[in-house]
Nanobody, 122 residues
């Protein structure tokens, strides 16, 4: 059972930046971030394959968010720049996808963190 521990959420003004971190208890081929707002489904934000071989981003965050992984460590980061009020959500770290290609589909991931809140004020 892979355990995921997130950190780095908080409140920021529109245009500001935040960085989220997620540490996994063991190696996993893919790690990523999803987000959810009340009454809505969890949506994929960004995913990275171990070693940074490949990444995948939601269209809504391309050019503003960057996912990265510390080489040799089971830790991923999500650098979020130019934040907008619509980025406000509970952000979840995800892991455990099998296969060779990253996806942003919630059902493809087996392990989830507890969530960290990101609030962007206008």
């Amino acid at each position: 059972l892979v355990q995921l521990v997130e950190s780095g959420g908080g409140s920021v003004q529109a245009g500001g930046s935040l960085r989220l971190s997620c540490a996994a208890s063991e190696y996993t081929n893919f790690m990523g971030w999803f987000r959810q707002t009340p009454g809505n489904k969890r949506e994929g934000v960004a995913v990275i394959r171990a070693g940074g071989v490949s990444t995948l981003y939601a269209d809504s965050v391309k050019g503003r968010f960057a996912i990265s992984q510390v080489f040799g460590k089971n830790t991923v980061y999500l650098q979020m720049n130019s934040l907008k009020p619509e980025d406000t959500a509970l952000y979840y770290c995800a892991a455990g996808r099998r296969g060779i290609s990253p996806t942003l589909s919630e059902s493809d991931y087996s392990y989830w963190g507890q969530g960290t809140q990101v609030t962007v004020a206008s």
